[in-house]
């Protein structure tokens, strides 16, 4: 098993729909996790840190879940500007995720 | 410069060449990570430095890559008797403190390398 998994997607939503990824790590010791946004042929570039508390940033919530060992991020309102790759990584191990693949129709 | 800076931006080799890439971190950054990232993946670990020591080389695929950090700075990421199977974008990523720490890694535009 990967230390670090996605649903690869791809997404295909509506704008302003609301759509959400998980992503499931296997070392119960991670402690920092953040998301990152990927656009094609680009590097990733950092969306948000994922707190244990969860957080949120505009239309965008991160939330950790220790006991399933995974976290997620919620898109709300999604606009055509949100399609790309959105990338999961735990820190401590510093593995990424495959990424999830969005696209927002108009 | 303000961010990751990494050259060249793209390399073709032929395959059996050697090839070096380069990779400039952040200013003051303590970590710097290696990243392979093949089309349609994620970036694959490759190897971690904090400072000048290579605390994590794991992913290396094999003992044709090798990297470097001397001063704790600039690193080079050098690849031999390249292989058509190494061709993909190699991203560097530099953060302020050591991994697994609360400080996010920040990437470069990376570097695309084709192996004809």
């Known amino acids: 098993r990967k230390e670090v998994e996605q649903d690869p997607g791809p997404f295909n939503v509506p704008e302003g729909a609301t759509v959400a990824f998980n992503c499931t790590y296997s070392?119960?010791?991670?402690?920092?996790f953040f998301w990152y946004r990927q656009d094609c042929r680009k590097e990733p570039k950092l969306l948000m840190s994922?707190?244990?508390s969860g957080n949120e940033d505009g239309r965008f919530t991160a939330q950790l879940n220790r006991a399933s060992q995974y976290i997620s991020l919620l898109i709300r309102d999604s606009k055509l500007s949100d399609s790309a790759t959105y990338l999961c990584v735990v820190n401590n191990d510093m593995r990424f995720g495959a990424g999830t693949r969005l696209t927002v129709k108009p | 410069g303000a961010g990751v800076s990494q050259s060249p931006r793209y390399k073709v080799a032929k395959r059996g060449q050697d090839v070096a890439l380069r990779c400039d971190p952040i200013?003051?950054?303590?970590?710097l990570f290696w990243y392979q990232q093949a089309l349609g993946q994620g970036p694959e670990f490759l190897t971690y430095?904090?400072?000048?020591?290579?605390?994590?080389k794991s992913g290396l695929p094999s003992d044709r890559f090798f990297a470097e950090r001397p001063e704790g700075s600039v690193s080079t990421l050098k690849i031999q008797r390249t292989q058509q199977e190494d061709s993909a974008v190699y991203l560097c990523?530099?953060?302020?403190f050591g991994a697994g720490g609360n400080q996010p890694q920040h990437f470069g535009d990376g570097t695309r390398l084709s192996i004809l």
């Open positions: 200013s003051g950054h303590v970590s």
């Open positions: 994922v707190y244990s």
């Open positions: 430095f904090q400072n000048e020591a290579q605390l994590d």
């Open positions: 990523a530099s953060s302020l």
């Open positions: 070392n119960s010791a991670s402690q920092s």
